[in-house]
């Protein structure tokens, strides 16, 4: 009997995994991503095997997951064995996925995860994950449909900043932060450590810092003090470095340090009538080094090598300095015509003392006026009222962070009805412009792509006063961000909306008060204490 051509081609179409166009429920949505036939049933005999030790972690991470969240225990299996039910982490030398992308492949048989790096490997993960919870278990087992997905970031810089000083955050809450940035692929946590209101980190050469700093926050100057030890602060770090998130500390300078002057007023330059001691002095030669000891112990405990100053809004309370003696001195000594002149000076020596510890300086956009190393350099480009300002960081060759106040400050308010929180000429946050933000809009992205390193959302805190409000202001918005960092073209909010509706479930079965774009009404505002 002749078989025609045909007819086998057909039968092996039939025992093929078939894939086809399709929208994935992933956020943020994927580079490429082709919805196949059939699923896979996840259930405790599924193993996961990795071909490489270093991805040991991944498979932890992605065993502890698939427990918490679909009550499903995973066990390690064999790299090399044929058997169904297996789930594969390989690294392999792919160089289309680039350094933070990755394949997954799902078939009824078996699911497979490779990348060129370990962060590649573990984003697969996180893919994973996402699917996983799309289906509710059932008789011990969850049935995840089948994909083929190829997917790289567009950005390398991915983050949020948390504002500790004016609310003190936790250290479990911080940890529950890092998890959901996790599960967003978000990989930098910048950490507002110190401020006016309060100095929130353990330094052991100068202890009252944190004891008489830490006291009071933004509500309330009586509160005893809060901070983090020094091993809290490993332990934080160390967390986030296995969800592949680098943790960057700001010790703010030399404005907003009316918190570390209440400890050590020998180093204060004053302040102002409305911000009283808000300076360090740039005037005494012991400032210089008692603000070096303290980074050193900062640079210490961030293996990251970055290191935020700060640098901004020093004109709020820098006005004593026309009356210092040992400033006057400072100008006559290194001809600085003004106060502004003396605060580069500053930032300058203070940049010195970070480069000398083979570490980078970080700082918002006021910092694009000097003329620092390039190469050692990042400016933050926040005040989406002076584009000028982000054009200039580009211009003079400076890699950059974009998080403008509009739509990238999270404690801006996200509905037009929202009474708590912040608004900007009326101007305030919705999701949809946390989705939708293009720099082009702003400067070129295409001539200075190399040198915009990518996106950061910011949560500032004095309209923060419980946890339910920090999730409140987070949620959904950490969705949008990180499709706006991840994902390079966004067209289609109704479509990232349709993706976002089972996330608004999954934060509901985990307790995340959150706001809902799609029902505004559902959750009510949380108000915070209304203090000026």
Known sequence: MRISV???????????????????????????????KGQFLLDKNTSIASSDIRLQGVASFLKAQILTQTRIPLHTGDFHSKSRKQITLELVADESTGTEGYHLTISPREIKITGTTVSGVFYGAVSLVQLAVENTPKNGEVPINAWEIQDQPFYEWRGIMLDVSRYFIGKEKIKSILDWMAFYKL?????????????????LKYPKLALVGGVGDHFDPNLPAQYYTQSEIQEIVNYAAKLQIKVIPEIDMPGHATAANMAYPQFSGGGSEKYPEFTFDPGKESTYGYLTDILREVNALFPSGLLHLGGDEVSFGNQKWNLNKGISELKKKEKLNGLKDVEHYFMERMADSVFSMNAKVLAWDELAEIDLPKDKTIIYWWRHDKPEQFQKALEKGFSTVVCPRIPYYLDFVQDVNHRSGRKWDGAFSPIEAVYGFDV?????????????????????????????????????RIAALAESAW???????????????????????QNIYCYNPIKPNLVPEPVHLLTE
Request: glycine letters at 6%.
């Open 187 to 203: 990989n930098t946590l910048h950490w507002h450590l110190t401020d006016a209101t309060g100095w929130r980190m353990e330094i």
């Open 6 to 36: 045909n007819f086998i081609l057909l039968v092996l179409l039939c025992l093929s995994p078939v894939f086809f166009n399709a929208q994935s429920p992933i956020i943020p949505e994927p580079t490429k991503a082709i919805a196949g």
């Open 487 to 509: 994902t390079k073209t966004r067209n289609d909010y109704e479509e990232f909306e349709s993706r976002l509706e089972s996330h608004l479930e999954l934060y509901d079965k």
């Open 440 to 476: 082009n809009h702003i400067v070129d992205g295409e001539k200075y792509g190399n040198q915009i390193l990518g996106v950061q959302g910011n949560l500032w805190t004095e309209t923060i006063n419980s946890e339910a409000r920090i999730d409140y202001m987070l949620f959904p």
